[in-house]
């Protein structure tokens, strides 16, 4: 199975009306790593018309979080809860769309970090961020 078959079978049992609703993509998740994709849109912009930083520290968490509980096994989902997010807003994007990529870094058997960045098309690095999340027993 081609990676990005085997990521859309794997998202299909990870469905998130948020994730609809905001609009990114995990395109590329893997054991301890995460990628989300999304265009930025009107529908995102703060009154500057710029991507709001809500959206930059839910995309930094959602990919730190899907990073720490990757399995390969959609028959077999974990979940975590966000313990604590710290954010950081560097710059602003060039771009057209919104690059996520999360790390899990380190952890235990209840309780993992990560670390993310979001960037855009242009390479130009917009936020990153670092978490603690604790593992959820349970797909739902």
């Known amino acids: 199975m081609s990676g990005n078959a085997h990521v859309e079978r794997l998202m299909a049992a990870e469905s998130n009306p948020m994730h609809d609703l905001v609009g990114f993509r995990v395109t590329g998740w893997d054991t301890d790593y995460a990628r989300l994709e999304m265009p930025i849109s009107p529908q995102v912009a703060n009154r500057h018309g710029l991507p709001h930083g ?3 520290a839910m995309l930094l968490d959602s990919a730190i979080g899907f990073a720490g509980v990757y399995t390969g096994d959609p028959d077999r989902p974990m979940m975590a809860m966000t313990l604590s997010l710290t954010t950081n807003f560097l710059s602003q994007p060039r771009g057209t769309r919104l690059i996520v990529e999360g790390r899990r870094i380190g952890g235990g058997r209840s309780t993992f970090f ?19 999340f604790r593992y959820r027993k349970g797909g739902g």
Request: aromatic share 4%; net charge negative.
């Open 114 to 132: 990560g670390e993310a960045e979001v960037r855009d098309e242009t390479g130009e690095r917009l936020a990153t961020g670092t978490g603690v």
């Open 54 to 56: 809500g959206l930059y």
